[in-house]
């Protein structure tokens, strides 16, 4: 026997190369489409019985069939913000989505001492002398690649080890298994003296979705499968027969397969934990064959203070405010724990009546532009060609019966257009969060910055592309109010033939990049909920994978330059004039050829310090011998963007050691820059770049 994970995760890394391979077709496997619409109510289930019974019909009703993969497919599939605290220098903190919700990174820092992790090591830095006063080996050094980061609050660290996933066993083949999940590990240390464990906490069978910090409470995102035996692979069944076969394990699936479970080690001891049947809910309609959990930890206590609650979905993508956490998902690309096609009913969105729009007063945040023109009073020069009246309305599912009408034959599934599902979690306070509501919209999201929180209401930027037609992609904002997810507005027709490369919300004024071969810039009025538009638009060659607010109404813009055909160039740092959102304008651009930058995809790499008007990212460079090397590009932003000059690492003594020389990170710390990578940490004069010291990790 195996069990569902060995056979899942064949399956899905099957369909991922599936979907990978040019002139594919879909999978035939039959799926019930759910029904996840624009207003959903968590509801807990009663007992433990009527969990079990829930959980299991809705993973029969779901259930698809399995197959093995030739193994050439399973190859294929295989490839700032700045503070001071009192008696400490001024410094820059990790670069977040929101103020006061700290994200785990690599780095941190607190003026006073600096830690970092990377390959198994924490260490502990004084930020005045640059000496490291402690270092905690965490994992064994043949398992130095595992990836970690990092949260810190006064004399506590988390360290969280969030490389789960599906891991071959020695000498197995994916198609035919065995597999195994390397889950997450959370580690708490004491920094006070010489730094020491003090608890971990280790998920079973589930992958590290992510994690957010408010003041010393931590909430940690994971997701996992039901632990369901499944029969072998017998090739003399038939697709109906098979699929019968994983219906009848879901039937008889005891308890315990399906509660999540977790292990937490202190002193020495480790105990076993689950989450209480009375602690998972469920939308109105779900799977079955996923489970997103919620942990909560005081960096100033100790592991299991708080007891976990789960939900009966799947989560990818986590946001996070002061009082609410969001996590989201597309169950259409969903399952296990690779992409897998999964049918999703997709009735359109009700949109509220216009309302009139009224004028306020700009923002007093100098984040904000200056003005924001009255909808009605926009210049019709002003107005992007795409309007946001259009309403584009997704292709539903067809589940299509037998030609024979036998009912026992398996329907053919029709693909479907992409929806996100939404979850929201309360988390005001310290202690156990509250599943407020779920919702959905139509398409994926591209990461955490196409949501945003404001004036009790959530706006979701998303591209919608029906399968194989690319040339029909669009993308478009959402608007569903925050207490029910209920769907209040939207505008759409954004980019046609595009996807979403980068998106801001800051306020009441949302910016949009869609590419293809050229870049479009969007500017969007978001101050009437009911009635978004878009207000200007600024077509440039090139994108911008991510935007930072620069200010006195200006904003960043970190990507590659293209050519009018698309072909990416080099890294570009774009400076925008978006004062009025009407016109927005390129102010200057600064232009790397045969570059990119790690910014493009993790904004955790960028840093901007206002104080100074420098900005600082990651390069990596290559020429006539392909990879000529990392150094931390530094930027003077002011009216224009001049290069301030690059700090560079020493490359690695050692032929092949496993070392990244790539510089992954860059921290200010009074008057000098901190940049890091594998090989250690180098510290810089900030205004002239000179070396002042370096210190070898590797």
């Keep these: 026997m195996t069990t569902s994970i060995r056979v899942a995760g064949a399956i899905a890394i099957a369909l991922l190369a599936t979907a990978c391979t040019p002139g594919a077709a879909p999978s035939p496997d039959p799926v019930t489409p759910i029904n996840l619409t624009s207003n959903i109510k968590l509801v807990a289930f009663d007992d433990c019985d009527s969990m079990l019974e829930g959980l299991r019909a809705a993973a029969v009703k779901h259930a698809q069939s399995f197959q093995v993969m030739p193994m050439a497919m399973a190859e294929a599939a295989d490839t700032a913000r700045s503070t001071a605290g009192a008696g400490a220098q001024t410094h820059s903190t990790t670069n977040v989505h929101e103020a006061g919700v700290d994200e785990p990174d690599l780095v941190k820092t607190d003026g006073e001492r600096v830690v970092t992790v990377n390959r198994g090591v924490l260490r502990v830095m004084d930020a005045a002398s640059g000496k490291v006063t402690g270092t905690l080996r965490l994992v064994a050094e043949e398992q130095s690649w595992a990836e970690a980061n990092l949260l810190v609050a006064g004399d506590r660290a988390l360290v969280l080890f969030n490389n789960g996933g599906y891991l071959p066993a020695a000498g197995a083949r994916v198609a035919d298994g ?373 200010g006195d109404g200006r904003l960043i813009g970190v990507g590659q330059e293209a050519d009018t055909k698309g072909r990416t160039k080099g890294t570009q740092v774009s400076l925008f004039d978006v004062r009025d959102p009407g016109a927005p304008a390129v102010l200057s651009r600064y232009h790397q050829e045969d570059s990119a930058t790690q910014a493009e995809w993790d904004p955790h790499a960028f840093l901007y310090w206002p104080q100074d008007g420098l900005a600082l990212i990651p390069l990596a460079t290559w020429g006539a011998d392909y990879y000529d090397g990392s150094q931390a590009l530094v930027l003077k932003v002011g009216d224009t963007i001049e290069k301030a000059g690059v700090i560079t690492h020493p490359k690695p003594g050692v032929p092949n050691l496993p070392l990244d020389p790539s510089i992954r990170r860059s921290v200010i710390i009074g008057d000098t820059v901190w940049t890091f990578s594998d090989l250690g940490v180098k510290i810089s004069d900030k205004a002239t770049l000179a070396d002042r010291a370096w210190v070898k990790f590797f």
């Design 178 to 550: 065995p597999m195994t999940l390397a889950s997450p590990r959370y580690v708490m240390v004491d920094l006070a003296g010489p730094p020491k464990v003090l608890a971990s906490m280790s998920p079973a069978n589930a992958i590290h979705v992510d994690a957010r910090m408010v003041g010393t409470t931590v909430r940690i995102v994971v997701r996992s499968e039901p632990q369901v035996p499944m029969p072998e692979y017998d090739g003399d069944m038939t697709q109906k027969e098979m699929l019968e076969a994983v219906k009848e394990t879901y039937r008889k699936a005891p308890l315990d397969a399906w509660l999540p479970k977790y292990e937490i080690e202190s002193n020495g001891q480790a105990t076993q934990g689950a989450v209480k049947c009375e602690n998972v809910s469920h939308p109105a309609d779900f799977t079955g064959r996923s489970l997103v959990t919620v942990h909560t930890l005081d960096l100033n206590g100790s592991f299991g203070t708080t007891e976990p609650i789960s939900v009966a979905a799947d989560g990818d993508t986590v946001y996070g405010t002061q009082d609410s956490l969001y996590v989201t998902s597309n169950p259409l690309w969903w399952g296990g724990f690779f992409p897998m096609p999964l049918a999703v009913d997709v009735d359109p969105m009700p949109v509220a009546e216009a309302a009139p729009a009224s004028p306020v007063a700009p923002s007093p945040d100098p984040d904000m532009p200056t003005q924001i023109p009255d909808p009605g009073k926009v210049a019709p020069e002003a107005q992007p060609t795409p309007s946001g009246a259009e309403k584009v309305t997704p292709t539903a599912e067809v589940v299509s019966p037998s030609p024979s009408g036998n009912e026992d034959t398996v329907p053919e599934v029709v693909p479907v257009s992409e929806r996100t599902e939404v979850h929201r979690f309360d988390v005001t306070g310290t202690g156990v969060p509250r599943y407020v509501a779920s919702g959905s919209v139509p398409g994926r999201l591209l990461n955490q910055y196409s949501m945003s929180e404001y004036d009790g209401h959530l706006r979701i930027a998303t591209t919608t592309t029906p399968r194989a037609q690319e040339e029909k992609s669009e993308s478009g904002v959402y608007v569903l109010k925050a207490d029910t997810l209920a769907a209040t507005g939207q505008v759409t027709g954004l980019g046609r033939g595009e996807r979403i490369y980068s998106v801001r919300f800051i306020g009441p004024v949302g910016y949009m990049v869609t590419f293809r071969q050229v870049d479009p810039l969007y500017t969007l009025d978001l101050r009437d909920p009911q009635v978004p538009k878009v207000t200007g638009e600024l077509k440039i060659t090139g994108f911008s994978a991510y935007l930072h607010p620069a």
